[in-house]
């Protein structure tokens, strides 16, 4: 018998949320992890926020909302807070009810903003890594480092000298008149972005766009490529050989070498330096075309010996 194409409303439902999500769902074994970590974060949070006051969106909830915006590349908290609005399984790993109304978009970026200024962030990433669960699946000999630009959410108009007025210009274009910037000579030196100072003008190589951006930097464990350690700088030619560095450094506090693999972007010869120093063996690509490392014996026979072993 065919069914009808009948939209029926309940007044109630009896259903959890915890029932609509199927048991083996990956969420379900991330979310344990997450609940986990959040518990030992317990005091960070409490020292954030005042014991009087209006209350604020959970910073757990925060957090969790952070997740599934990185895991499913949603691209504003605007689609965020609508993908809450009607995805159950959302409001089940944020912890929010079925009844619940979804957060306005400002109020939220408003709250995680605040949060992600007392270091939350790299605090929450420590608990994750220090669960018995996540713990096990780490390798603590071989790591892989590499960097990214990040755009940054400025117009490229922005960038004005820095003696400029900043005022818009008076031809009637407004604030978003068109420019040209054909043969105007533009430096980070002299200039900079009236909505966001900290973003630098930056390419990616040879004859490619320069774009008002920053620069995030990661760390890896080999045996299975999870992040072990991040971070966000200023965009410039060193930044990444000098966040490696400050990444890897606690990890090299051993009595046992470590590895650290790199593209050719990290082989000069100072990096390279800075890692054997730290007794640290580097497996960088060499950059042939450009400025390198003196690699004559690119290796010492210890560190042969490791590679070999490895």
Known sequence: MRGGDVRTGELFSYVDLEDRVRRDHPLRAIRQIVNDALVLLEREFAALYSPIGRPSIAPEKLLRAMLLQAFYSIRSERLLMERLEYDLLFRWFVGIGIDDPAWDHSVFSKNRDRLLEGDIAGKFLGAILSQPK????????????????????????????????????????????????????????????????????????????????????????????????????????????????????????????????????????????????????????????GRRALWPSRLTISETLLVRRA
Request: aromatic share 6%; charged share 30%.
């Open 134 to 289: 996540v713990k096990r699946l780490l390798s603590t000999d071989h790591f892989s480092v590499d960097g990214t630009l990040i755009e940054a959410w400025a117009s490229i108009k922005s960038f004005k000298p820095k003696e400029s007025s900043g005022e818009p210009p008076s031809d009637g274009g407004g604030r978003n008149a068109d420019a040209d910037f054909h043969g105007e000579r533009r430096s980070n030196e002299t200039h900079a972005s009236t909505t966001d100072p900290d973003a630098r003008l930056y390419r990616k190589g040879k004859g490619k766009e320069a774009k008002l951006c920053f620069m995030g930097h990661g760390l890896m464990e080999n045996r299975h490529g999870l992040l072990v350690d991040a971070c966000l700088t200023e965009a410039s030619g060193y930044a990444e050989r000098v966040a490696a560095l400050r990444m890897i450094e606690p990890l090299a506090d051993r009595p046992r070498t470590i590895t650290l693999g790199a593209d050719k972007a990290y082989d000069t010869k100072d990096f390279v330096k800075d890692l054997r120093s730290m007794k640290v063996t580097p497996h960088v690509a060499q950059n042939i075309n």
